[in-house]
């Protein structure tokens, strides 16, 4: 079902639930015809960072140690965000009244 379709098909039961990722189902205010989510948390979502090998290689040690510590603190950055992120989204969430049930895998 395309995405943007989803809020009518839940609205008119077309379909009983989806499955978007938490900031997506807020933002697209599902809230608002579906009252349950349940968190099963089965997926995590890899952030690489790319480079050029032979680039990387070209730059001296020092840089290369800097590239490396950079990517390792915005991953420990991210990481820290993202959660902050999801927590303000699900007290959003059960404050509009959505029953959230966390799914033992």
């Known amino acids: 079902m395309p995405y943007g379709e989803t809020y009518m098909a839940l609205q008119s039961g077309a379909v009983d639930g989806a499955e978007p990722e938490l900031r997506d189902f807020y933002d697209a205010k599902w809230y608002e015809v579906q009252k349950y989510l349940s968190l099963s948390n089965y997926m995590w979502m890899a952030n690489y960072w790319f480079m050029n090998l032979n680039r990387f290689k070209s730059l001296p040690e020092d840089q290369q140690k800097a590239v490396t510590d950079v990517a390792n603190d915005v991953q ?10 999801y927590k303000e989204t699900l007290d959003k969430l059960t404050s509009a009244g959505v029953k959230v049930n966390k799914v033992s895998l």
Do not use: G, P, S
């Open 76 to 85: 420990a950055w991210y990481r820290q965000e993202i959660e902050k992120a």
